[in-house]
């Protein structure tokens, strides 16, 4: 057993030093929000991710109750500077095909080049369709944690 071990770290930091930029790359996730309309729950979160060169935004739409038909989740994805100016966005965006509950719905902004040391965050914006009234509510994520591009 001691010699898998040894065997799986000596391969494990191989793999490490000899990808530097996975091995510098970190993920925020913020937590979950909710929200519901026309009897469906909905949740949904946003994350952020970074190398040393580069970063973007994630948001995640989830249908908790149901399966959701196309065009029944959105997302808005948007990578924000430490101090709250937007850097990049993902305009509006809605799910194509049937997704099963559960499973998110993401949007991801393009990746921004980055400089060492700047310092990111995500707050995306989600969608759920309302199929009572043919309106989408909008929930504003919780934002993630911050990132730094290192």
Do not use: E
């Amino acid at each position: 057993m001691k010699k898998k071990s040894t065997t799986f770290l000596v391969l494990l930091w191989i793999i490490i030093l000899g990808f530097p930029s996975i091995a510098g790359a970190a993920t925020g996730c913020g937590p979950f929000s909710y929200f519901s309309t026309g009897g469906v729950q909905y949740s949904c979160r946003s994350l952020v991710s970074t190398t040393a060169s580069t970063a973007n935004a994630t948001v995640y739409t989830h249908c908790a109750t149901q399966d959701a038909s196309p065009g029944y989740l959105g997302g808005y994805a948007r990578l924000y500077y430490a101090l709250g100016n937007l850097r990049a966005s993902k305009g509006w965006l809605y799910s194509s095909s049937f997704i099963k509950k559960g499973i998110g719905y993401k949007v991801v902004t393009p990746t921004i080049v980055a400089s060492k040391g700047n310092i990111y965050y995500s707050q995306g914006i989600s969608r759920g369709y309302n199929q009572k009234t043919g309106n989408y509510a909008t929930k504003t994520n919780i934002k993630s944690p911050n990132q730094v591009a290192n």
